[in-house]
C-alpha cells in the first residue's frame, strides 16, 4: 500500500492530514504486517479522522463499526435477515409444497425440508455487518472500530478471534477468511482500559494535543478562511488554556470549531469582548469556561451559566436537596 | 539484534512494563520492515510494538535514551574504526566511554564533552544502531556495565561463542559487587552518599579474564587489544561513577528537600510490584464479577434472559405475527454507589494501601465511588486516584500533602468533619464504608455524628483488621461504634476482603 514511511506522511497530507513521523511509522507497519493499530488519546485529537485520511490516502474503502455498550455480533458481524427469509418462504410455498409432495408423512416432509436447509441459511440471507463486509470485500479496505472502549468486555474478546487471524466463525456457514486483511484502527478514549490480549495484538499509536506549529498548519488548512495573525493568536491561546487544570481541555476539533466560528463572525482579532461571547465553543463546562476566561484576564462575573449543574456536595445549599432526596432510610 | 532487542525488552520488564514474548517478536518483525536506519524509526517502531500503556511511555522513552546511548568516543578525530564490515581492521578500540545524558543534562561536564558530540556522532555511522550497547541505568537495578560490542564483536568473530561466557563473566563479577553495594537493605531512607564501588575487585576479575583468554589460545593481538582496552574503560570506570553519582544529587538537590528523601522511602514500602498488581487487577476482576450490584427494577433488552411475551409480539407483527425473533428481557445490574472513609495513620496503613489499591481498580465498576482519607482530618481524594496511575496516587495520599498523616488517629473528629462537610454527598442509595481500627487515642468517640452519618446513608459497614478480642485492649472505641454500624466485619487477607464486598451488594439485591 505504501512503500516507505515518508510516502504515508505525503499521501496523508494530500488528504489534509498533519501527522508526524512517530504516527506514519505506525501506520507503516500496520500496513506492512498486517496488524491493527490501536490509537488511544483524548477526545477530538484526531483518531477518527486517521481513518478517514488513511481510506482517503490509499484509495481504499473506509467502513466504519461505531461501539456502544450492549453492542453484539449481531450488529458487528452478521444476521439472519429474517424478513427475507419469510418472504422467501411465502413466495416459494407453492415451490415447497411441490417439493414435498412425494413425501407419505409428515416425519418424511421434515426429513425433505431439512434437506434443503441450506437454501435458507445460506449467504443470501446473511446481513454484513461492518466486519463481515471488511472480510469479505474483494479489495483490502479500512474499517474502523470507534471507541471500542464504549463496548463491552465480551465484545472485546469477541474482537480477538478476528484481530489476531482476520477471520471469524459463523456456526451455520463455516469459518469466514479474509480475502484481503483489511487495515484495522481502533481508536479508545480510555473511559476504561482494555484488556491485556486485545492490547498485546495491536500496534500502539498514543495521541496527543499537538504542538503549537502543527496545530497551526492543521488551522491553517482546515480554517482555510481565517487571516493569519489570527490564526497564529488563536493557536497561541489554545495552547495557553490547555495549561490549565481543566475537566476537559479544548482539543483540535474545538480549536477548529472556533476558527471557523471566529471566520463566520468576520472577526479579525481576537478581543476580549468576542472571546466572552464565544468561549462556549472551547469549553465545555461551566467551570472550564470560568477558569479559562480568568486565565485570559476577561472579566467572567456576569458569564451565563451554560448548563445545569449536577449537585456536588462542595456547595451547602445543594444539602437540601439531597437531604430531601434520601428521604427516610427507616421508612422503607 | 534480536539479542538486543531482548535485552532491552528485559530492562522494560525490569521497569515494570510488560512486554509479552509475542511482542518483542512483533518488535522485530517490524523492524525488518523499517530498518534500522534512522534512531527516530526505531524509537517509534519499538514504542508502538512493545509499550501499550499510556503510563508507561514515559518510562519507554527514558529507558530507550539510556539504553542506546553509550557511545564509544574516538580518541582522535581522524581515526576510523571499520568494526562494522567485519574486517579486522584492527582500528584503535573505542578509548573512553561516555555516560548517557538524560535529554540534555544537568551535569557540569556538559561542557566538556560537547565539542566531542561532532566526533561521536560521526563515529556512530560505523555502528549500527542495535549494536549501541546499554551500559548504565541511572536509576535501579540493571545497573549493568559492558564492554562495547565493538570489542566484543572483535573477538567473537574469530572464536564464536567461546570468548562470550567469558565476558560475561567479567560483566556478572561487576554487577554482582555493584548491587551489592548499591542497596542498603533494611534501611528506609537510602542514603544518596553511602556508595562506594571497589574498583580493584574488579579489576582482579579482569586479569582473571584475561588468563582466560590466552588459555582460550585467541589471537594474541586481539587479546592485547582488549586488555587496553579493559583497562581505559576501567580507569574511566571511577570517574563515570563519580559524575553519575554527582548528577544523581543534583538531580536529588533539584527534586526538592528532605520531603522527596521521605517520599521515596515511602514509595519503597509502599510501592507493589508487578506481579502483585496483576494478582490484584485479577482478583479485582473476580470480586467485581461476584458483585455486580444490585438489579434494577426495569427490565431491558438483551440478547439473554427470558422471552418477554408482549415485546415479541409487537416486535413480530412484521412478520405476520409469526415468532421469528424473540424479544429477551432481563434485569441489569446497577451498579452501588460507595462511599469510602479510609483511615490511613500508621496503624492501619498496609490494609488501607491495599483498599486503596483495590478501590481505585473498582471506580469503574460502582457507579459513584467517593474516597475520603482521614486521620484527624478528612480529605477526599476521589480526583487524586482518578487522575493519577495507582502508584501515585498511593503515593501522593501517604505523602502528607493532602492530609498530615503523622498524627494520632482521631475517629471523633474525622466522623464529625465529614458530616459537616459530606453529609450531603450520601443518600439512601450509598454504601458507606469505614475501614479503621477504631483506635481513638483516648479522644472523644463524637458517635453522633457517626449516627447522623448512618441515618443517610443505607447502610455503614466497618471494617477493621483487629480480631474481636483485641477491642477490649487499650483505647479502642469498637464497642461504641459497633452498635451505629449495620455491619462490623474484621477483614485481614484479600479474601476476606472480597468477601465483604460482594456482601455489600448482596444485602441490597
Not at chain 2, 407 to 420: L, M
Not at chain 2, 442 to 459: D, F, V
Request: hydrophobic letters at 35%; charged letters at 30%.
Amino acid at each position: 500500500m505504501f512503500e516507505s514511511i515518508e510516502e504515508v506522511r505525503e499521501r496523508l497530507a494530500e488528504q489534509d492530514y498533519v501527522s508526524d513521523t512517530r504516527l506514519a511509522t505506525v501506520v507503516f507497519l500496520a500496513t506492512r504486517l498486517n496488524k491493527p493499530v490501536l490509537v488511544e488519546g483524548p477526545a477530538g485529537v484526531g483518531k477518527t479522522e486517521l481513518a478517514k485520511s488513511l481510506a482517503g490516502a490509499a484509495g481504499r474503502d473506509l467502513i466504519r463499526l461505531q461501539c456502544y455498550e450492549g453492542l453484539d455480533e449481531a450488529k458487528a458481524l452478521y444476521e439472519w435477515e429474517y424478513s427475507k427469509q419469510l418472504l422467501y418462504t411465502q413466495v416459494l410455498r407453492e415451490k415447497i409444497g411441490e417439493v414435498l409432495k412425494p413425501a407419505k408423512d409428515l416425519s418424511e416432509a421434515a426429513e425433505i425440508l431439512r434437506g434443503q436447509e441450506d437454501t435458507f441459511f445460506s449467504e443470501n440471507f446473511l446481513v454484513e455487518r461492518p466486519i463481515l463486509q471488511a472480510l469479505r470485500s474483494e479489495e483490502s479496505s479500512v474499517l474502523l472500530i470507534d471507541e471500542i472502549d464504549r463496548a463491552d468486555e465480551e465484545f472485546e474478546a469477541f474482537l480477538l478471534e478476528f484481530l489476531s487471524d482476520f477471520q471469524v466463525s459463523i456456526p451455520e456457514i463455516g469459518t469466514v477468511k479474509a480475502k484481503a486483511p483489511p487495515v484495522v484502527i481502533l481508536t479508545s478514549n480510555r473511559t476504561r482500559e482494555l484488556s491485556e490480549a486485545l492490547k498485546r495484538r495491536c500496534l500502539h499509536l498514543q495521541l496527543g494535543y499537538p504542538s503549537g506549529d502543527v496545530e497551526l498548519e492543521i488551522v491553517r488548512l482546515k480554517a482555510p478562511g481565517i487571516g493569519e495573525a489570527l490564526s497564529k493568536e488563536l493557536v497561541n491561546t489554545i495552547q495557553g488554556i490547555r495549561e490549565l487544570d481543566l475537566r476537559k481541555a479544548p482539543s483540535i476539533g474545538e480549536t477548529l470549531d472556533w476558527a471557523q466560528s471566529l471566520v463566520v463572525l468576520n472577526a479579525k482579532d481576537l478581543s476580549k469582548d468576542l472571546i466572552e461571547s464565544t468561549i462556549s465553543v472551547i469549553a465545555k463546562h461551566d467551570r472550564d469556561a470560568e477558569k479559562m476566561l480568568d486565565h485570559l484576564g476577561v472579566n467572567a462575573a456576569d458569564t451565563k451559566h451554560l448548563g445545569q449543574t449536577e449537585p456536588t456536595g462542595e456547595n451547602p445549599s445543594e444539602a437540601m436537596y439531597e437531604m430531601h432526596r434520601s428521604a427516610h432510610k427507616h421508612a422503607r | 539484534m534480536d539479542t538486543v532487542v531482548n535485552d532491552f525488552v528485559q530492562v522494560l520488564r525490569d521497569h515494570r512494563v510488560r512486554v509479552s514474548p509475542a511482542e518483542s517478536i512483533d518488535a522485530l518483525r517490524a523492524l525488518e520492515q523499517t530498518g534500522l536506519g534512522e534512531r527516530g524509526i526505531v524509537k517509534d517502531t519499538l514504542r508502538a510494538t512493545l509499550v501499550k500503556n499510556g503510563e508507561d511511555v514515559g518510562t519507554f522513552d527514558r529507558l530507550f535514551d539510556l539504553f542506546f546511548s553509550l557511545r564509544p568516543v574516538a580518541e582522535k578525530p581522524g581515526a576510523r574504526v571499520r568494526g562494522h564490515d567485519h574486517d579486522h581492521d584492527h582500528g584503535p578500540p573505542p578509548a573512553r566511554l561516555e555516560l548517557g545524558e538524560e535529554s540534555g543534562g544537568q551535569k557540569p561536564e556538559e561542557t566538556e564533552h560537547t565539542h566531542d558530540k561532532d566526533e561521536s556522532t560521526e563515529m556512530r555511522k560505523f555502528f549500527d544502531e542495535e549494536r549501541m550497547r546499554p551500559s548504565n541505568d541511572v536509576h535501579g537495578d540493571a545497573e549493568r556495565m559492558r564492554l562495547s560490542m565493538f570489542s566484543q564483536e572483535l573477538i567473537l568473530n574469530r572464536k564464536p561463542g567461546a570468548m562470550e561466557s567469558a565476558l560475561q563473566r567479567l560483566t556478572y563479577h561487576m554487577r554482582l559487587r555493584r548491587s551489592r553495594n548499591m542497596f542498603n537493605p533494611g534501611g528506609l531512607v537510602p542514603n544518596p552518599g553511602g556508595e562506594e564501588i571497589p574498583l580493584d575487585v574488579s579489576a582482579a576479575d579482569l586479569e582473571g579474564l584475561i588468563d582466560h583468554l590466552h588459555e582460550l589460545e585467541v589471537d594474541e593481538a586481539i587479546v592485547e587489544q582488549l586488555e587496553a582496552q579493559a583497562e581505559n574503560i576501567l580507569k574511566g570506570l571511577p570517574e563515570l561513577i563519580k559524575q553519575m553519582q554527582e548528577r544523581d544529587k543534583l538531580l536529588k538537590k533539584d527534586a526538592g528537600d528532605d520531603s522527596e528523601v521521605r517520599r521515596r522511602a515511602l514509595k519503597k514500602m509502599l510501592h507493589f510490584s508487578a506481579s502483585e498488581q496483576r494478582e490484584m487487577e485479577a482478583a479485582v476482576r473476580r470480586i467485581a464479577r461476584k458483585i455486580q450490584g444490585a438489579r434494577t427494577r426495569r427490565l431491558k433488552e438483551d440478547r439473554t434472559g427470558r422471552i418477554s411475551v408482549p415485546h415479541t409480539l409487537r416486535h413480530n407483527v412484521r412478520y405476520e405475527g409469526v415468532p421469528f425473533d424473540p424479544v429477551l428481557r432481563k434485569r441489569r445490574e446497577g451498579k452501588p454507589r460507595v462511599t469510602l472513609l479510609c483511615d490511613v495513620s500508621l496503624s492501619t496503613r498496609n490494609l488501607s494501601r491495599f483498599w486503596l489499591h483495590m478501590i481505585y481498580q473498582m471506580q469503574s465498576l460502582f457507579s459513584k465511588v467517593r474516597t475520603f482519607v482521614f486521620v484527624a482530618d478528612v480529605a477526599e481524594v476521589t480526583q487524586v486516584l482518578e487522575e493519577h496511575d495507582m502508584n501515585r496516587a498511593v503515593d501522593e495520599i501517604f505523602s502528607g500533602r493532602i492530609i498530615d498523616a503523622d498524627v494520632n488517629s482521631d475517629f471523633g473528629k474525622a466522623a464529625g468533619q465529614f458530616r459537616d462537610q459530606f453529609l450531603p454527598t450520601i443518600n439512601h442509595r450509598t454504601t458507606v464504608v469505614i475501614l479503621g481500627d477504631g483506635r481513638n487515642n483516648g479522644k472523644w468517640a463524637n458517635t453522633q455524628a457517626l449516627e447522623e452519618i448512618s441515618q443517610h446513608a443505607r447502610q455503614v459497614v466497618w471494617i477493621t483488621p483487629e480480631p474481636r478480642w483485641g477491642w477490649n485492649l487499650g483505647s479502642c472505641d469498637m464497642p461504641l461504634y459497633e452498635a451505629i454500624c449495620d455491619r462490623v466485619e474484621v477483614v485481614r487477607t484479600v479474601e476476606q476482603l472480597g468477601g465483604v464486598a460482594e456482601g455489600l451488594v448482596k444485602a441490597r439485591a
